[in-house]
């Protein structure tokens, strides 16, 4: 298992190296330089690139990136706030948009299983039928759509809830855009919560156990949900990663200030530094939430351990 | 299997948590340490009294006078800081700092004498702040994006200066003593008092820059207000700026608003849904939302100096025909744009100077006494266009049009492609969007054929538009020379026009007559804003030039 | 040896046999036709109707976006700006009351309700004979029309985009999984990479690197499209190399691409039409985001992502705007879904009985 454990995270770190060449190359082909405002005379923009160190080798501002990155320095922004330290403007949105995220998936896993529990239970009634519809709108509909439904009927005509992030009350105004961004998680999770309690449901060993007089909440927890989880904690990876990115637009509806609306700022006004550290922490919690959710796997069922250090051998 | 009972078990108890959570936190944050509470409460009914509440589309870019160069920027700078002038309601400018003035006979020199007025933290304004400030603007070490307007203001030496022929200590602007400050120029400059008010020319205190160095302008603790109001929440980037009155200001009785909090909102919806909500006291509305608040007597069309038009590229097969250029300019519907696609209280541009941006020697704007051209005529396009054909001996043109991602500029592109294309059977035209940064270098390397761009002016004179178009200018896009043009640019810069102001009015009248004749850009519209104001908010002012909002005699009731 | 017994002949007599009664009758083997794997599949997918369902909606939905355009006399482009913002206005059906042009908007000053066909005072508007059928948008032009056009470009990107990373991801994942040990690791490791990167980053990037299009949104659509097939494709490799009959063909002398291509893709056929089904909802969801933050196909082309991104700017104020792509693009997503359902349920016909 250590061995294993090794191998993953010396793998993840070396990825996330080639990452971060692949990224730096595709800047370098990025059209527009961060500094071709109307106003400026060439002179003045080869002064900001020599200011900036961007008329130098592609290969020595790299290194001197890296060299930077590792002592936690990624350069100062361009455009968006003009010598500001990329540190500094990343400190205090990274916290917001990893607390809107976190609890649209803890809101997503939960109402989604919840969700998928009550339509394989209750197979084939007008139960399973809601729920089935409630999970096909919310994969069928892109999240903006929410968003703005969500606003305009909780946020404007009953004013329950505030319509624009604040950072007085973090948690009320984050209710909406929790709830927009999770709709997706919870369609998904309960979709496959179903499919897998059903399959699980009509397995030989919950026949079994029902034989032996096993039934009710102890049944479900106990033999049904918990073999139907395991392949549920795979999905979950993929969808944590999507809701990152659905934080983009979501962020931007409720001007949340995060990482996601900062992002798109930073490609539209090409701030490379900026573009680069956020895809970069972006790439960085993907494959962190990969290697954890393989770990885990791991330890949940050791016949993918095994077979996994198999494959690599 | 322990480990999934845990987990189970982990999952179950947060699911409880959310499941209370959305009930009980509002009281949990309301029970939360007695200062918060206060400071809460002291909030809200302040908020009912005096704060006025305003919606921005971007962030703030820099808080730093000399680097900033958005508008977004230089309004809130406005709100905080004050240079020797500020404007008036009708644009002109008035004593702000400097509390009296001599000029010299020949306009060549300018003594300043400045008020007592002191920084927030009680350091007096010294005439030093405004030459370290001036300074750091022209020196090339700093690379100002608005260096050049310290050129455009003539001051001595500046230009040198930027482009590194001079040492920074040989420029025109001199401390006699703490309260005095004298200036020299190259040439007259007869708007160089408005020029005063911009943020370019903004004082910085050194003692305090230097201190803060690369943190000067990034929390309320870096920054310095000697304006209306102060900071007292600001951050890089920030989604949300509370400014506060500031007592200390010379003319703090003046001031009513108790503070000023900008939000930024970048979705329309969103915007209107908060202003709605009464969350926002002043909002600006996008397209189609006009519609629906246009009887609204809290809605308010405010002119913008931004002046939309099509550059063609002349290096371009077919565009260096004057004809053409001219079949393209008359061919689209500007009415239709300005009313039915736009409808913010954008008007038609038949000019290359737009309507209230300067006041001439006689008092009069520029556009009452300028002639119009280039207005639309479908007739009169076909004709040249047919011409053109002739001349060109090619019967079909297919140009690209590039275009910037946001929504107006693409449904204005969508009807012009589509108006150009049936007033002028045989050109087709197609679009091409992208980010705007990605248009203009486009551009600037010249690698389009046409492309609908803007420009905003920087100083309240039509030499802010015309001198982009002289021969070699980085935004003469269509690369278009004139020798007549650029001599009377030169001429009315800083030679024998810039003398007389009367002469000088009338050359630069003459070199618009010329950029619109060669049809050099098709004009397509000037911009105006559409501004919802709550009933109880007055005094607002707008301007089209420079700082764009001024709030220091808003009163909201 | 006892030879005693067969040499005495032996007598059955009437009373010897007994019919079983009903009760203890064994059980007979009833014998099944044979039918081909195919029918089989084809059998189980026609029994879920929700799939055929799915089915049909899909191939609605195409066939409107191949005639759709043309039922009417507006082109997808045609601008007129006189007939900007008409809500919808149907022929017979506006005698019900509804579909009858008449908007209601809720402006700061009160509810609005007009109808700008037909003037109430009497006044002659010029649109009396003017129908459009879903309205027309901000520009003056047909939502009809552009619906459809933007069901053709959204159809076009996904189905090109994921038959490229079909046949794309597939080799890829074959090759990987069949030859193992190095190969698999270098070709792995790179996949790995590749999905490190957000999807988002890579396809934004890309559209900006690139010049903005058609193309360059169905690339990069394919660039990050074709892992997810490449791995199912490589685990069923995995699963399937070590079987008897490929060990068989090798023995017979076969050729690796000639295993890989002949005697294992066939058998994997199932899992590859699912995933296919399942990614074409993706692709088009991806579109449509990257429509909303301004990275869609160009003006005036449409497409329902842009569509509604295009009309939810005007949401609060022409709520029948955004209604048609968005009815479109939700039945298309529910559709593939559930026809990916019934695909995948009839190629692995362990849950036929749920």
Redesign the interface.
Known sequence: MKKYLLKRVL?SI???L??LV??FL??E???GSPFNDEKLTTAQVELLNAKYGLDKPVFIRFFNYVKNMLSGDFGVSYTISKNTPISTLLLSRLPISVTIGGQAVLLGTVVGLILGIIAALKHNTIWDTLTTIIS??G????S??FA?ALS?SLGYKLEWFPLLYSNKAPFDSSILPTISLSMFTIASIARFTRTEM??VM?SDYIQLAESKGISGIHLIVRHQLRNALIPIITVLAPLI?GL??GS??IE?IFSIPGIGSLL?TA??SNDYNV?IAI?FI??AM??GI?LVVDILYGIIDPRIRLAKEE??E | MKKIISLLTVLALLFSLTACGSKEAAPAESSTPAETQTASETATSEEAANILKVQIEVEVASMDPQIATDGTSFEVMGAVTEGLYSVDAAGSPILAMAESVDKSEDGMSYTFHLRDANWSNGTPVTANDFVYAWKRLVDPATASEYSFIAEIAGIKNAAAIISGDVPVDELGAVAEDDKTLVVTLDFPVSYFESLMSFNSFFPVNEAFFTEKGDLFGTSPDTILANGPFKISAYEPAATTIELVKNEDYWDADAVKLDGIEYQVIKE??QT??AY?NGDIDVATL????V???K??P?FHNIMAGYLWYISPNQTVAGLENVNLRKAIALSY?KA?IAN??LKDGSIVADFAVPTLLAAGPDGKDYRETADTYLATDKAKALEYFNTAKAELGVDEFSYTLIVE?T?SA??V???I??EIQTTLPGMTI??????KK?RVERMQEGDFELGLTRWGPDYADPMTYLDMWITDSPNNYGFWSNAEYDSIIQSAKNGELALDLIARWEGLKKAEKIVMDEAVILPVYQKGNAVMIKGNVTGIEFHSVGINRIYKNAVKN | MNNTAAEEPMIFLENDFEFVSQENRSHIDETYTSQSYWKDVSKRFFRNKGAVVGLICIILIVFMAIVGLDLNDYAF???T??H??LPPRIPGIENLGIFDGSET?????GVVNRNKYIAEDGSVTGLEDVYYWFGTD??GRDIFTRTWMGTRISLYISLVAVLVDMVFGLSYGLISGYFGGKV??AMQ?FA??LN??????VV???I??L???LMTITFSLMITGWIGMSRIARAQM?KLKQQEFVLASRTLGARDFFIIFKEILPNIFGQIITNTMFSI?TAI?TE??LA????GV???MASL?LL???A???????PYM?IPP?VV???L??SF?MLADGIRDAFDPK?K??
Do not use: C, W
């Open positions: 793998i070396a990825t996330l080639v990452i692949i990224l595709m800047l082909f990025m059209p096909v709108i994969v069928s509909l892109p903006y759509v703005l305009y059903i399959e009509g990663v990152m990115t983009l637009v931007k798109v490609i539209q573009i895809a972006y790439s993907y494959i990969m494959s690599h | 329309a919806q209107m849904l709605q996008a397209g189609e939302q519609e629906q608040f009887a609204d809290e519907d239709a039915n696609i991602d929504e693409q449904n592109a969508q009807f492609q589509s197609t679009i091409e969007t992208m980010p990605n | 482009d045609e601008q700006i006189t900007q913002n908007m809720n402006t700061s000053t901000v520009l698999d690791n490791r790995e990479v490190g990167i957000p999807n988002l980053v934004t990037l890309l900006i690197v010049k903005p299009g995995l909802p969801f449509a985001f909303f933050i301004g990275l160009p003006v005036p992502g509604i991104s295009d939810f700017k005007s949401f609060t104020t022409h955004i968005v693009l939700a039945i997503m529910l879904n849950m009985e749920m």
